[in-house]
């Protein structure tokens, strides 16, 4: 079995992945602590999630060691959210325009 | 290749989904437990997907100011105002929690049993440890004035978003807590010596899918 064979690792690995995710969230707290502001903190917010997610996902769930007939069963169906976000930032753009506009005390 | 198809399971790339989805086959070649629990933890994305979209679209649209979460969530602690203090412990106690149940894993499936029982009561610990912290922060949260229809900050969806997200998240670490102390449990009492130890890789799965929500709430809901 696949699954048998992924369990093969030593526990080194585990380790050293553990301690890049101590890593990366203390990054990410530290773009809070220092105050970092606009479109440098969202971009390092996101790379720094990204790459948590990334590191959990593959290596502690094993999904890096998986079948791709697995792998696609995970990821293909997140394509509707991503569409679905790019919906709902339009229509959270919309209904704050429209507040503005007829909502606003003069 | 030379016009050979390949029917085997050591396929590799796209040959291998077209074999795996071709008549008279399993498709998937995993127990149908981790099956399973893959398929529900799919679902639970989609569940959390909801939460963090709707909570995106209430803050794009609301007109007053969003409160400051990194000013909310502040701690003083020795004297000292920390931001996020007790949020970025949170996260280091649910990192770790994850480290632990990795390596339960990797312990069950050498048939070290008993180390793997320490290390699921130990992941257990941290994540009734973790939930406590976070009945903190709600008291907290409650005592400053903040409700699901107002709060003294700003925007009044505040309230409703956070305790909606860091309330199903709650309950998905409590449940954790419960399933893998009972998986322990059965594990000690050797209710798995016959059919072999992947319940603690099906139950390891759930957590890790725990952990990794929380990466996500502590980006967009802390952080951003």
């Not at chain 1, 790459?51 to 069963?73: C, D, N, P, T, Y």
């Not at chain 1, 169906?77 to 507040?99: Q, S």
């Not at chain 2, 291998?16 to 933890?41: E, Y």
Request: glycine share 6%; charged share 10%; hydrophobic share 55%.
């Amino acid at each position: 079995m696949s699954a048998d064979h992924a369990q093969q690792h030593p526990i080194s690995l585990y380790f050293k992945v553990w301690g890049l995710l101590f890593l990366l969230s203390f990054f990410s707290y530290m773009v809070d602590y220092l105050q970092l502001q606009g479109p440098l903190r969202w971009t390092l917010v996101l790379i720094f999630m990204l790459l948590k997610a990334g590191l959990i996902l593959s290596v502690f769930m094993h999904v890096k060691w998986e079948r791709l007939a697995l792998q696609l069963l995970l990821f293909v169906p997140l394509f509707a959210i991503v569409v679905f976000i790019a919906l709902m930032a339009v229509e959270g753009d919309y209904t704050h325009a429209l507040r503005l506009l007829y909502f606003s005390q003069q | 290749m030379s016009g050979q198809v390949d029917n085997s399971a050591e396929a590799k790339g796209w040959h291998s989904v077209v074999n795996d989805w071709a008549a008279d086959q399993r498709t998937f070649r995993v127990s149908w437990g981790k099956l399973m629990m893959w398929i529900f933890l799919l679902g639970d994305t989609f569940i959390f997907s909801i939460f963090l979209i709707s909570y995106m679209t209430v803050r794009l649209s609301a007109t007053d100011a969003w409160p400051n979460a990194s000013q909310v969530f502040e701690l003083v602690v020795f004297g000292h105002t920390v931001p996020l203090f007790l949020i970025a412990i949170m996260t280091f106690i649910l990192i770790t929690s994850s480290g632990t149940m990795a390596m339960a894993v990797s312990c069950a499936y050498r048939k070290q049993k008993k180390l793997a029982v320490y290390l699921m009561l130990a992941t257990a610990v941290l994540g009734a440890s973790f939930v406590g912290m976070q009945a903190f922060e709600w008291s907290k949260l409650i005592a400053d004035g903040v409700r699901p229809w107002a709060n003294p900050m700003g925007a009044a969806q505040f309230g409703a978003a956070f305790f909606m997200i860091t309330g199903f998240h709650g309950l998905h670490v409590s449940a954790g807590v419960i399933y893998l102390l009972v998986v322990a449990r059965k594990l000690s009492r050797g209710d798995y010596d016959q059919r072999g130890y992947e319940i603690v890789e099906i139950s390891g799965l759930y957590w890790h899918f725990v952990d990794l929500v929380w990466v996500f709430i502590f980006a967009f809901f802390y952080l951003w």
